[in-house]
């Protein structure tokens, strides 16, 4: 189990992330849902150890990861908001480079790779560097990456975006099986569909805190109010239609 | 109606209306975007983009500076020539001397052009984000070459203007020569003429490219090709340094006279003074069809671009290898992963970015170009043979470290930062010591082998392994400090003065070519100095690699660049 206990933020005097507790458990797929700098980003940072919490601690099975960040960094597989990939290197060279600094061995990684590349429909631009690829092609590459070694934890900001349908529902598949398996998956998003969808538990983060953290059969069988109803009444925007008019008002010549 | 003619007869509000109308206009904003876009390289971000800005405007007030000191330095020269009262020897420097005025600022401008060819023409990506938007495109491809006229105006104005009091110094006579005005005009003209040849031959070069490059893969043979330029314009530099001493070939008439560009311009120069002399009017007749020329497949190049820019643009992915590389899966091997990681990642780096590879080359060819004022002056050549290849060396040394240390899409590093680990740490440091090594020591040592045959005959063999002994020390030096993945932590320029980080580096280079090159010929007494001196740098080499890489291993590895503290800075 993955826990965050008392996780704070701070970059100079604006708290991104205030106290944060959650926890996600072996099996489970946890939604990690909040609006644009509610500190979706900053939390996933912290968890795959891009950046240091100013206060708090994370914890893996039970012992804090800064004991050994190293191994927790072995066990966690991590898919990042935007495609940031090296992109004059080929989608083979790049997963090759990922497995290598990861110590897989070359068969393991000969072996691997290709069939990675063909089951992500990859394998016809294997020639072509990644400067020519889409959003989703990127994004497909990044989910090999974090994939290939067999990760104990999968963390991933708004992993979705770019994606075609069929890579969409090829990943939610391949989520729901991977924690089906005893692994644990940290789900970042503002979609509500994609949480209600895959998610077993989530947690709403609003201004750095947690709001609410609700299971997510609460809204599958009718006992609580939707999703998006409760983030709406978290995040105090309940009505739109004055934005909305205020921007169709300030279209006009 | 009545009000309209009295608004027209104010001045100061018909040009602000004029200059409002005109800066509002859609091609101002996209030439003002295209001129700052010439300032970013991509590989910098906003702190090191203001900082690269500061080093840029610097380096204007530093040609000014060496206008200055250049005329300084060329008033005894003339000093001398007035005192000897012989009107043919000034002739004849002056011829040179012009030929130098005119190369200068040449050289400078296709620098300068080199350094910002990624943005000569318009690209995929203004392709594909102004293509949405309501702007012709032809007032795209007027606003891309408005920004490369402004951008190379600003330093042939800096340049020429710079040059001014040389001029000025060199029409002066007692033998009433020339009048200086209109040796001026002429000589604005000319090397206008000329620098505008340096621009468009560049430009040319990079437009072919370009065209070809979107009709096959010809990506890593166009960086070869732009690197390729940059290391030929930098060893030129020492070859404009000898311009002045070709007064005397130029004035017999020399039919070679013809392979030197500037001589061209010199030409032009002097048939605008009136001159009428056959040889000088044949190369100014030169200089214009070969400006005529190059600016003709300019022209060629922006109208194929602009009239197929979407199928140039729009090309499809590669379905096949490119020929120059196969595209290997990992084999099996016993060389551990994370040192073919690092290592397969900087060579695959080096050789596909235009940038990195452009100031291996271009800091490498320096050595070369330094190599050239050694090897074309009067020492002997035994001795220059002991100095050449520290030169390179010391070269090669500075062009490696700059250009691993330049990052490549730095938000990318987040993969080194999420595998950091300290057990691989050492492997990984291993990689770029290899890289470095092979070109530090290998290079150079290899590409002086010729001229140590030559030179030393059968010791050359000795004086190769002296020297590659030499280049392992001179490696830690290279090294030091260093805890970067290559291309993976930011970069911040002008961290130091430009001119305390030219002298520090002068200085080394001196002391370290010095101390080389007697330890060599130290060396070369006997066989067993040979042995003992080659054993004992070894040993010291092979001591500070080992330290080297235990150090790597204990330190955290460096993703963000940090401008020196001051306190350390002045050694307080």
Not at chain 1, 32 to 41: A, E, I, R
Not at chain 2, 484 to 502: D, E, M, N, Q, V
Request: hydrophobic share 50%; glycine share 8%; net charge positive.
């Amino acid at each position: 189990m993955l826990e965050a206990r008392g996780l704070s933020k701070r970059y100079g005097g604006f708290l991104a992330l205030d106290r944060v507790d959650f926890q996600v458990r072996r099996g489970e797929i946890l939604g990690y849902l909040g609006p644009n700098g509610s500190g979706k980003s900053t939390t996933v940072n912290t968890v795959v150890g891009l950046i240091d919490p100013s206060a708090g601690s994370l914890w893996l099975d039970g012992a804090p990861i800064a004991d050994d960040p190293v191994a927790y960094k072995r066990r966690i597989g991590y898919v990042p908001e935007e495609p940031h990939l090296y992109t004059h290197l080929t989608a083979i060279e790049y997963l090759t480079l990922v497995g290598r600094l990861r110590g897989q061995s070359e068969q393991t990684l000969a072996t691997k790779i290709p069939e990675m590349l063909q089951l992500l429909l990859l394998w016809e631009s294997r020639y072509a560097t990644m400067a020519a690829y889409s959003k989703g092609m990127r994004q497909r590459v990044l989910f090999a990456a974090a994939l290939m070694h067999n990760p104990d934890l999968l963390v991933l900001d708004e992993p979705f975006s770019g994606l075609d349908v069929t890579a969409s529902l090829l990943f939610r598949t391949l989520l729901r099986m991977f924690a089906a398996g005893g692994r644990m998956v940290l789900f970042s998003t503002h979609r509500f569909d994609m949480v209600e969808k895959l998610c077993s538990r989530v947690v709403i983060l609003s201004k750095g805190r947690i709001a609410a953290e609700r299971d997510m059969a609460e809204f599958r069988e009718g006992r609580a109010e939707s999703l998006e109803d409760v983030f709406v009444q978290i995040t105090g925007q309940d009505d739109f239609t004055p934005v909305a008019r205020q921007i169709l008002d300030l279209m006009q010549p | 109606m009545t009000n309209e003619p009295e608004v027209r007869l104010k001045p100061d509000t018909t040009f602000a209306d004029w200059r409002k109308r005109f800066t509002e206009r859609a091609e101002w904003r996209l030439t003002e975007h295209f001129f700052r876009a010439m300032f970013d390289f991509g590989f910098l971000n906003d702190l090191a983009a203001d900082s690269f800005k500061r080093v840029l405007i610097g380096s204007i007030g530093g040609f000014v500076a060496f206008g200055f000191l250049l005329t300084r330095a060329y008033m005894i020269k003339y000093a001398i020539l007035w005192n000897t009262g012989n009107p043919e020897r000034y002739r004849r420097a002056l011829l040179g001397d012009d030929m130098t005025i005119i190369g200068l600022p040449m050289l400078l401008v296709a620098f300068v052009t080199l350094l910002v060819s990624q943005s000569l023409f318009p690209d995929e990506r203004d392709f594909r984000i102004l293509g949405p938007m309501p702007v012709r495109r032809i007032v795209v491809f007027r606003a891309k070459l408005s920004a490369l006229l402004m951008f190379t105006g600003l330093f042939t104005t800096a340049a020429h203007v710079s040059l001014v009091p040389l001029m000025i110094l060199t029409s002066l006579n007692p033998w009433g020569d020339s009048n200086v005005i209109l040796r001026l005009v002429a000589w604005a003209i000319a090397s206008v003429t000329a620098s505008v040849f340096a621009i468009l031959t560049i430009t040319a070069v990079v437009g072919i490219l370009v065209l070809a490059l979107s009709r096959s893969r010809l990506q890593a043979l166009s960086t070869i090709m732009r690197s390729t330029v940059l290391g030929v314009l930098v060893v030129c530099l020492p070859l404009v340094s000898h311009l002045p001493t070709l007064g005397g070939p130029l004035s017999r008439g020399a039919p070679w006279m013809v392979l030197v560009p500037p001589a061209w311009f010199l030409g032009f120069q002097r048939v605008m003074q009136g001159s009428a002399d056959r040889g000088l009017a044949h190369l100014a007749f030169v200089g214009i069809v070969v400006v005529l020329v190059v600016g003709a497949v300019v022209a060629a190049t922006y109208i194929i671009l602009f009239n197929q820019f979407e199928r140039l643009m729009l090309r499809p992915a590669p379905m096949s290898p490119p020929w120059w590389r196969i595209n290997r899966l990992p084999l099996r091997s016993r060389v551990p992963p994370a040192f073919r990681g690092v290592f397969g990642f900087t060579v695959a780096t080096l050789t596909r970015s235009e940038l990195h590879q452009g100031v291996l080359v271009g800091l490498s060819a320096c050595g070369i170009g330094l190599a050239t004022i050694f090897l074309t002056s009067s020492i002997r050549l035994p001795i220059s043979a002991s100095i050449v290849p520290f030169l390179l060396m010391f070269a090669c040394g500075v062009a490696a470290r700059a250009a691993l240390a330049l990052p490549i899409e730095h938000r990318a590093n987040w993969i080194f930062q999420v595998t950091e680990d300290h057990a691989m740490r050492r492997e990984q440091m291993r990689a770029v010591d290899r890289v470095v090594t092979v070109y530090v020591v290998g290079v150079p040592v290899l590409a002086a082998a010729p001229l140590l045959w030559i030179a030393l005959g059968s010791d050359a063999l000795m004086a190769g392994l002296v020297m590659a002994s030499i280049g392992l020390v001179f490696v830690h030096g290279v090294l030091l400090d260093w805890r970067r993945i290559p291309f993976t932590c930011s970069y911040l320029p002008g961290k130091r003065f430009i001119g305390h980080s030219a002298l520090i580096g002068f200085a080394a280079c001196l002391l370290f070519t010095l101390i080389s090159s007697g330890l060599v010929r130290t060396a070369l007494v006997s066989v067993n100095q040979t042995l003992v001196i080659t054993a004992a740098l070894l040993i010291v080499g092979y001591w500070l690699r080992e330290r080297r890489l235990s150090a790597w291993r204990k330190t955290p590895l460096m993703f963000e660049d940090e401008f020196p503290d001051q306190m350390l800075q002045l050694q307080l």
